[in-house]
């Protein structure tokens, strides 16, 4: 269930294959879902995290 909330989400706002944490954080809040469902999503479906505030991703 959240996979469809999170993958609708990332058809709305028009990304790929890389995403910022900053977009990411905005997906979980329009899928109305965690931050961390968001990141297990993006491993799962191969979509890079690029632009990391921590800088863990380059």
């Known amino acids: 269930?959240?996979?469809d909330k999170i993958k609708k989400a990332?058809?709305?706002t028009g990304i790929g294959d890389?995403?910022?944490c900053e977009q990411a954080f905005?997906?979980?809040d329009?899928?109305?879902v965690s931050r961390g469902a968001?990141?297990?999503y993006?491993?799962?479906n191969r979509v890079k995290i690029r632009g990391c505030q921590?800088?863990?991703f380059k």
């Open 42 to 44: 993006c491993t799962r």
């Open 1 to 3: 269930m959240s996979d």
């Open 10 to 12: 990332l058809q709305e």
């Open 38 to 40: 968001v990141g297990d």
């Open 18 to 20: 890389m995403i910022t």
């Open 26 to 28: 905005a997906v979980a």
């Open 30 to 32: 329009k899928a109305k």
């Open 54 to 56: 921590l800088g863990c």
